[in-house]
């Protein structure tokens, strides 16, 4: 883990940094509210579908169990998966979550999150020396602790 970054008393982020940073927590502001929204329809959606693993991916002598969780979806067959999808879809709909065509929301709010996370430390490396590509070199972890670090340079500096 990376030790935590003291801002000097003298560190004044610029209007970027703070409008980077600002980016972070609005992107992690949209997870927290989307996010209970879609996994309660994707939880809803597969407690009605019933859907089982599909014959390919159950081993010899397994049972083809009901899928009960959305990370596992993507063992269901190509047909009950085009169903769980729409149904998911119609639910996010319904929710007044925005029409993303077959995008689903949350992996887009995510996304926007790593980005929001990516820009913050490009913006900082005048003062780091350290810019998202360098970070993560020593790995996806590695480069989160440093986005991590970021933040709390940021919280410290913007009160």
Do not use: N
């Not at 899928?67 to 596992?72: C, D, G, K, N, S």
């Not at 993303?100 to 949350?106: E, N, S, T």
């Amino acid at each position: 883990m990376l030790k935590s970054i003291a801002p000097p008393r003298t560190f004044r982020p610029t209007t970027a940094q703070v409008e980077a940073y600002r980016r972070v927590l609005a992107a992690q502001a949209d997870i927290d509210r989307i996010e209970p929204i879609v996994r309660g329809y994707q939880r809803a959606t597969l407690a009605r579908g019933q859907w089982r693993v599909a014959q390919e991916w159950v081993d010899d002598g397994h049972p083809c169990h009901v899928i009960e969780q959305p990370v596992h979806a993507w063992m269901m067959s190509d047909a009950d998966h085009a169903e769980y999808l729409r149904q998911c879809r119609a639910a996010q709909l319904a929710a007044g979550l925005p029409d993303l065509g077959d995008r689903c929301p949350l992996l887009v709010a995510q996304d926007d999150l790593r980005c929001a996370r990516r820009d913050l430390v490009g913006a900082l490396r005048p003062i780091t020396g350290i810019d998202w590509q360098t970070a993560l070199v020593a790995g996806p972890r590695r480069a989160d602790e440093y986005a991590d670090a970021a933040m709390r340079l940021m919280r410290a500096a913007v009160r």
